[in-house]
């Protein structure tokens, strides 16, 4: 696999007293598809969230692409290349699904052109991220629904649109938090279809899911979160076939 993409060292998160990550060390190469499963309150959205920054740990470090994100003064740069997509979508309600899609790729683009003391076209830039977000629409089907805002989609509709708005970011890592919890159950095969379309494109993929068949089918590498550690890490037919952790065990025994 190379060297680790994501590197956790002794990883620890509070919320005032409470602990809820205990000395997380885990690594984390590009192409995995690492799937995160686990009780509720046993820490996996945290960790995931911590992964990009967006909760600080209270201990421990965070290195991506060998860069320690804990103490880097250029966080953002980072965070371009790790798309997040979220359990409640997180669209703007008030642009249309076209602009929803270029709006950060279009400003990541003038920046760096900014940066770079290059002349400017903003109207050629967002005519570039307009015809590729109509290809990425084109992926999914949604075309047709350029124009249209938020509150016309269904809830099936809006993930893969987030989905599709972190891919026009180009991130190196996309990071699912949750991504069909949120929806009627004739909505999640549609979300997950498409995430599996990346994982078999090669996209690096951290997932935090209740979706066991998911996992079992897509995942690499599988990590179950208790109590705010990584009780087992392996692959699906160790964690799902032959699960040596006893609290693993009871937690399969109820979700399967």
Known sequence: ?????????????????????????AEICEGE???????SGSGKSTFLRC???????????????????????????????????FQHFNLFPHLTVLKNITLAAVEARLEARRKQKLKISKKEIVAQENERAMQLLGRIGLQDKANAYPSTLSGGQKQRIAIVRSLAMNPKVMLFDEPTSALDPEMVGEVLSLMKELADDGMTMIVVTHEMRFARNVATRVLFMDGGKI?????????????????????LSKVL
């Open 1 to 25: 696999m190379g060297e680790p993409l994501i590197r956790t060292v002794d990883l620890c998160k509070s919320f005032g007293d409470a602990p809820v990550l205990d000395h997380i060390s």
């Open 231 to 251: 009780a087992a890490d392996g692959t699906p037919q160790q964690i799902f076939d032959a699960p040596e952790d006893e609290r693993l065990k009871v937690f």
């Open 51 to 85: 992964l990009n920054m967006l909760e600080t740990p209270t201990e421990g470090k965070i290195y991506f692409e060998g860069t320690e994100l804990t103490h880097t003064t250029k966080l953002d740069e980072h965070r371009k290349k790790m798309g997040m997509v």
């Open 33 to 39: 598809k690492v799937v995160i499963i686990g009780p």
